[in-house]
């Protein structure tokens, strides 16, 4: 039995031959038109930030007296906006309901620089004079907003702006789904068909023109760029499997709340026809969010490398004491899309053989294991070697920790959702660990924790993680 392991959702893929039992002629006639071909690279944010950004500066056309505050301004609010979820796409567009995020927004941010002026400048005239350029670049935001989202709305009407979209399940809310895309252009998705579980056929009209299996061979024929999970009849798990091979993680990802309700808690709801919806965030950690990862570890590992070399050298010393020469222990583990590694730490003890050492699950109790070693090993000062894993790109600082081929394939064999942790670099620490998981604790509550992260990742849960990591250390809490 192979390893298995999440294909990397950015390799190349090539034109496959369609597949026997494929309703291809349900699928071609609703290719897109000729406009829609042209502008189906455009994002949400690629008309939304210019115009913000815009009306935020357009106070420095009367006065240039508060560049300063008013270049701030701008930066702030189109921050804000950003992790406020006020430049992601929608279905439904009014700006009747982002009037209130917008609003509270660019209040929140033209106080915050207002204050700021005051303690700089203790100058009432100056401020109200500054204060007057963010009332007017706030109401030109929210003029700015109602005309991007009149021309979206007008394009998508006319065809001119969709996207091909694929509903993922042929029960009652599919097939009212596929109705409603295919009646009002104005939600920027074209039907192209639904696919569901070979055990549910009969759409109820609407083409089903494959099954899940065929879903990432659909993606590429009919140049997909949406997929919606509606109502698919199996389980959760079935659906992430084929969510994310390569094609389809590529995709925008929406889904449709089992519960009614479900989906308006926290910003503004949006819905289709008045069926919620929900944008599923990236589920593989790839694109812009990779790369701000990747290069907080470089940074962390090559500081913690200059800071920590007293320590390590102290280590080195205290391992080559405890145990003679081959202080260090290299070991192969399974990182990110199920590639192997030589994972390095400091040697705690000495393995019969290889075979002892890629199968023996904890040696925390074995008497090999010196004071020293057994000393490293309850503060993790022998994983600090992995961060020259970290600087060659092989780990990550913070991400499922690296298990042993043997485990690996036993535990993907076990619990279903294990191999799906592997959609990230493994990690020096990770979620699981700090919440408790470590040693003999459960497999599938510590695979849980895992896919969570995945599926959670902010540069903030990696600060979290690395805080409570510290304080794990201090407290002696390892193995």
Known sequence: M??????????????????AGLDTTA????????????????RAWMLALPVDLAALLAPLLLSQSYWRGTLSNAALAVAVFATGGLYRARRHLSILDELPALSGRLLACGAVVAIIATYRHDSVPYVSGFMHGVALSAVLVVVGRACTRTLTIVARRRRWLEHNAIVVGGGPVGVELARLLRRYPQYGLRFVGCVDVPTRQDAGGVPLIGTLDDLEHLVRLVDCD???IADPDCPESTVMEALLRPASARCDLWAVPRLWGSGSQGGYPDHVGAIPI??????TLSGPRWAIKRASDVVIATLALLVLSPLLLLCLVATFIDGGRGVFFRQERIGRYGKPFQVVKFRSMRPVDEHESQTNWSIAHDRRVGPIGRFMRRTSLDELPQLWNILRGEMSVVGPRPERPYFVEKFSAEYPNYAMRHRVPVGLTGLAQVSGLRGDTPISDRARFDNYYVENWSLWLDIKILLRTVAEVFRGGGR
């Open 2 to 19: 192979g390893i298995p392991s999440v294909r990397r959702p950015s390799e190349p893929t090539t034109a496959t031959p369609a597949r």
């Open 27 to 42: 699928v071609l006639p609703y290719a897109g038109s000729r406009a829609s071909k042209r502008t189906r690279g455009l």
């Open 278 to 283: 929900v944008q599923i965030g990236d589920i």
């Open 226 to 228: 949406v997929v919606i």
